[in-house]
């Protein structure tokens, strides 16, 4: 009793007990697990006895032999979408081909049920556009549509015989379910989505939803609104749900449809530790486009209409996504979309560790989180890999210099003075004047970017520190402190901080290169790196004073003109894009910003690519050179997208997102070098 | 002994109410929550949300309702279903998320273990029964190395040779053409390969602490009068050293166990993050990222709880291993 095995003998106990919980821990995950095997076991049989629809993908056939599928006519609405050359992008970006089915994408991501190159892969917006332009928008999701009376009545016509993943009909009765139960309820929907109000005006009127017959709706403005059809398609990564939703699944979670009411979502709101807020429930089984990565839009959930959808994966942190056999796209040659039958993405801790993946060939496909700094370690790595990388145009600008005028921080006695030196527009203007843009193209982006010729124009984004300085003389700052740095008018020394999330690669140089060319001009510039998440909230409470980031600018066609105020002066953003009554009035901006607002309005009301259209895009740009509400630093950036050495039908031109946004027709040359 | 297991639980209650209560404020510290991080991430991913998505978005999880009502839901679902509330950030309950990621996290922290303590207890008892030795310089040497080297460098560099030099790269913990499959021998062998250097790395961390404080521990017991007093009266060398000095030095060990059960629970946050191992340290980095609050404060409750067991367990185990520690306990009372 006295030995020291006694000891021992219990700590072996111990640890026994913990090795018994966790082996009885793992019973959840693992009863999901016939389903695969169910599908490993199709795919063997397929191989001892070949056979079936050569137009769809041979996984499915031992599925529609045994009868659990009905054969492809029966799964294709009457009309499918027919995919060709220049149809998903434009003519002349990429050579297409029709392709073969099988394979596995790989790809990874790095935060939980997040993936946006699935995502926007998956995507399928209600219209769309070849190559996500403005041009020629057409149907997707809804077949075609009329528009009469000046822009204010849209009559959309649905496809007869399409169907959700699970095989049920889409009917107008999923958009009036949207409209009506979705939109119309305060506890689901607090305001009246932007994009449904006339000239996607935050003050404009709703529309009024009429549905006409099972495929037909019609939505009206009480103004023109020609720019609707462009709100339906990829516009701010919009997607089906905007308006078609699977009506009789989310009936289910809607308490208007439940017999007992909330009663019969008891078990659901315990399981959520909810008492009586169902629309948390309804919201947790809401599949809407954005969430394509997360559970609730799995196999057995909700239905989705996207290419792929998600399934049980035997590892946690592992995204699947199989083939969606009703979905409705074919190529010419009748064969069914997408070719590629299974996409799997892994995920890793961070932006890094991604790379990391990268480089040792686990991914097939890769658009976000690639860097052109990196393009070296790509090209040493890719032979061995299998992949190599493809430049494209970046759909956002790489980098601007966002100087916030309505910085606020409570503890900085010298937010106000600083407010007043950078609103004066000679302050951006010089700071322009600073930077060495043809340094920074050559030594940050390789040559693949120009000048910021679109937003800032040809003069100010030429060096000139000798303008520079006499601009910020003009303005007050003509006094220097002991170490040369200019000072206000109070004499206390001009301080900037450059705070930068490095989301992308290139931020953290550009921003250290601003920070010594501002210090060129007497400006004296501190630059800071913040974990992304800090940055953020920095920003939401007006605490930046400057920052280096990328931009949604003029360059990309579907953008607003607005969007820059946000990166000017967060608060007048907040000011804008809020209810009247929540208005603080401290915050109005001047003129020139809400001239912004009034040029995107006007700009949703015209048709969108039209003359009249492109004739605002043109007057915000020039909005842009004369008020610089940022200062870009590049357009025009190149971009690698990172391809298997084996696909198919990849773009070589246009936006890198835009061939994200063409997924379902990417295929392998050998499908069975990519299982 | 019983009554100061039962007083020593009953002082519990107290400590756990007050550690929910801290974990629960710890999180909600930060300004803003997990809606303002989710719309952060799909601006930066370039999908812009309006203020009144934003606003939706935080009536709608419930963000607008005070702090006091959302923990007070929160304990009642743990203290009355076991039910540790609904992680944001993954769109599933805390409970099925650490049900996932346990067996992996137990398996690999309790291997290292175990790996730790094989090698350090003997090369401890080693290097102090044969001080100044070439072999105790050596290990003295490589312990050192193991106590200062931070494990997540050693994993990073370790996992770059191996890719370079085997095309292997030990990430995760399944190759990628297994990481879908249903568990097979294939799967299984693949899945030992990507362990071993987890193992030794989180292994190899504890072990050269353990060798350090075994070493000196055994050197102190040796020099003392009972060891001398035994060997003068012929007690054969091995049963000496195990029985007395070995037992006593092995004190500091076992007191360590309180902090040894939260630490296999968490995993190695810093490893697993460097080599894409689901274990629950990422898992509660990530909640904490993300403000993902009823996750983090269930993890942060969870190795709370598990430390004051932990504790209440080593001084169990003191009391049973060391009899002055059973006796004096005994005369105080």
């Known amino acids: ?675 | 002994m019983v009554a100061y297991i039962v007083r020593r639980s009953v002082m519990l209650i107290p400590i756990l109410v007050l550690i929910s209560l801290v974990s629960f404020a710890i999180i909600e510290l930060p300004p803003g929550d997990w809606v303002t991080y989710q719309i952060e991430n799909l601006r930066a991913s370039g999908i812009e949300l309006n203020e009144d998505e934003a606003e939706r978005l935080v009536k709608m999880y419930g963000f607008d309702q005070p702090a006091w009502k959302r923990y007070i839901r929160w304990m009642r679902g743990i203290l009355f279903k076991f039910n540790f509330g609904w992680s944001f950030q993954w769109g599933k309950t805390v409970n099925e998320l650490l049900g996932e990621r346990l067996p992996l996290t137990l398996v690999i922290s309790i291997s290292a273990l175990i790996v730790s303590w094989i090698i350090a207890i003997p090369i401890g008892i080693y290097s102090a029964t044969h001080q100044y030795s070439v072999l105790d310089y050596i290990f003295t040497f490589f312990g050192f190395l193991g106590l200062t080297i931070p494990t997540f460098l050693l994993a990073m560099v370790l996992a770059w040779y191996i890719f370079k030099l085997t095309e292997f790269a030990p990430l995760g913990l399944f190759s990628i053409e297994y990481m879908d499959e249903p568990m097979s021998m294939e799967k299984f062998i693949d899945m030992l390969k990507h362990l071993v250097l987890p193992l030794i790395i989180i292994g190899l961390n504890g072990t050269g602490a353990l060798i350090r404080v075994m070493r000196g521990n055994l050197l102190d017991e040796l020099k003392k009068q009972y060891v001398i007093t035994a060997r003068a009266k012929g007690v054969n060398e091995m049963q000496l050293l195990f029985k007395y000095p070995v037992r006593m030095s092995m004190n500091p060990v076992i007191s360590t166990i309180g902090w040894i059960l939260p630490g296999i629970f968490s995993g190695e946050v810093l490893v697993s993050l460097v080599l894409g191992l689901q274990t629950t340290g990422p898992l509660l980095l990530r909640a904490v990222l993300a403000q993902d609050m009823f996750l983090a404060g269930s993890i942060v409750m969870i190795l709370s709880v598990l430390t004051v067991i932990g504790t209440l367990l080593s001084d169990i185990l003191l009391a049973a291993l060391d009899p002055r520690i059973r006796y004096s306990a005994a005369a105080a009372r």
Not at chain 1, 4 to 11: I, S
Not at chain 1, 92 to 107: A, I, K, M
Not at chain 1, 161 to 181: C, M, N, P, Q, Y
Not at chain 1, 228 to 235: D, G, M, S, Y
């Open chain 1, 1 to 675: 009793m006295k030995t020291p095995f006694r000891a021992g003998l219990l700590a072996a106990l111990l640890i026994a007990l913990l090795a018994v919980a966790a082996c009885g821990a793992p019973a959840g995950p693992a009863a999901e697990a016939p389903a695969e095997d169910a599908d490993s076991m199709a795919t063997e049989d397929t191989m001892a006895e070949p056979g079936g629809n050569p137009l769809e993908s041979p996984v499915l056939w031992d599925r529609v032999a045994s009868g659990e599928l009905p054969p492809l006519e029966d799964r294709l609405p009457n009309e499918p979408f027919v995919v060709g050359p220049g149809v998903l992008l434009p003519e002349g970006h990429v050579d297409w081909q029709s392709g073969n089915f099988g394979g596995t994408l790989r790809t990874l991501h790095f935060r939980p049920d997040w993936n946006p190159d699935t995502f926007v892969g998956m995507n399928e917006p209600l219209l769309s556009a070849p190559g996500l332009g403005v041009q020629g928008i057409r149907g997707n999701v809804l077949k075609d549509y009329e528009v009469s009376n000046n822009n204010q009545t849209f009559v959309f016509h649905m496809r007869e015989g399409l169907k959700w993943s699970d095989g049920s009909l889409v009917t107008a009765e999923d958009a009036r379910f949207v409209a009506e139960d979705i939109y119309g309820n305060e506890n689901l929907t607090p305001s009246f989505p932007r994009r449904f109000r006339t000239r996607n005006d935050p003050t404009g009127t709703p529309m009024t939803f009429q549905m006409i017959d099972d495929y037909t709706f019609q939505v009206d403005f009480d103004a023109p609104y020609g720019g609707f059809l462009r709100a339906l398609t990829i516009e701010t990564w919009n997607g089906w749900s905007e308006l078609v939703r699977p009506a009789a699944y989310l009936k289910q979670f809607h308490v208007d449809y439940l017999e007992n009411g909330l009663e019969d979502l008891r078990d659901q709101l315990n399981e959520m530790n909810l008492t009586d807020e169902w629309n948390q429930v309804f919201t947790a089984n809401d599949c809407v486009n954005w969430h394509v990565n997360r559970e609730k839009c799995m196999v057995g959930s909700s239905p989705v209409i996207t290419p792929w959808q998600r399934v049980e994966a035997a590892e946690p942190g592992l995204l699947v996504f199989e083939r969606n056999p009703y979905y409705y796209k074919v190529d010419v040659e009748g064969k069914q979309l997408p070719y590629i039958d299974k996409m799997v993405s892994k995920l890793v801790e961070d932006v890094e560790m991604v790379n990391t993946g990268i480089l040792t060939g686990e991914a097939d496909f890769m658009r976000e989180s690639t860097g052109l700094v990196k393009i070296p370690l790509y090209v040493e790595n890719g032979p061995a890999g299998g992949y190599r990388h493809q430049l494209l145009d970046m759909h956002v600008d790489s980098s601007s210099i966002w100087v916030n005028q309505t910085y606020n921080a409570e503890a900085d006695p010298l937010a106000a003075a600083y407010r007043d030196v950078v609103s004066n527009i000679e302050f951006r203007q010089a700071v322009s004047l600073a930077v060495d843009r043809d340094e920074m193209i050559e030594t940050l982006y390789y040559g693949y970017a120009t000048k910021p010729l679109d937003t800032v124009g040809a003069d100010l984004s030429t060096r000139d520190l000798d303008r520079a300085n006499a601009l910020l003389d003009s303005i007050g700052l003509d006094g220097r402190d002991d170490e040369g740095f200019r000072t206000y008018p109070s004499g206390e020394t001009f301080e900037m901080l450059i705070e930068h999330g490095a989301h992308a690669p290139d931020l953290e140089p550009a921003a250290e290169l601003v920070g010594e060319y501002l210090g060129d001009i007497g400006i004296k510039a501190l630059v800071k790196k913040l974990d992304p998440t800090l940055w953020g909230q920095r920003r939401n409470n007006n605490e930046l004073q400057a920052t280096v980031f990328w931009a949604h600018d003029q360059g990309w066609d579907n953008n607003w003109t607005s969007d820059t105020i946000q990166r000017a002066g967060y608060a007048w953003w907040q000011y804008m894009t809020s209810a009247e009554e929540n208005r603080d009035p401290t915050w109005e901006p001047p003129q020139w910003v809400k001239d912004a607002y009034a040029l995107d309005i006007a700009r949703w009301g015209s048709v969108s690519g039209g003359d009249e259209y492109n004739a605002f895009k043109e007057e915000g740009n020039a909005w842009h050179r004369e008020n610089l509400p940022e200062i870009t630093i590049v357009e025009n950036v190149k971009y690698p997208l990172i391809v298997s050495l084996n696909m198919a039908n990849v773009a070589t031109e246009g936006f890198a997102i835009a061939q994200n946004f063409a997924m379902e027709q990417l295929y392998y040359v050998n499908p069975e070098e990519n299982q």
